[in-house]
């Protein structure tokens, strides 16, 4: 299977200025566990998780002052929408990270997460009783 079967094409966007709470609220209500930062100064896309919010609540970091533009990966590593699972599900492992931005070209096409992958893999495989 390939990534773009995978993916989540409706992805929550947020802008550099929005706060951590503003992002974290979005993140909630949406059930996402990320958010894409598109920020129009600078090149590339960023990607804000969950994790950095909890990293910036643990530093003791006040999230309605600090900014997502602080906050994100901006040298994420990217899946292609021609990916297969599998080659996704390594490169999460080998960076150690929840989800990837799926793009072609300079276009976001989606986000694949660890969830994402858990759910295909569990419909094509027949569930065994425990």
Known sequence: MQVRDA???QVLVVGPEHT???AAQMMSSRGVGSAIVLDPDSEGVGIMTER???NAVGAGLDVDTERTGA????DAVYAGPDWTVEEAAAAM???GFRHLVVMEGSEVLGVISV???VRVWT???PVSPI
């Open 52 to 54: 950095d919010v909890l």
């Open 7 to 9: 993916m989540s094409s």
């Open 20 to 22: 951590l709470r503003q």
């Open 71 to 74: 906050h994100l990966t901006r």
């Open 123 to 125: 419909e094509r495989r």
């Open 93 to 95: 492992a080998r960076g």
């Open 115 to 117: 969830r994402d992958i």
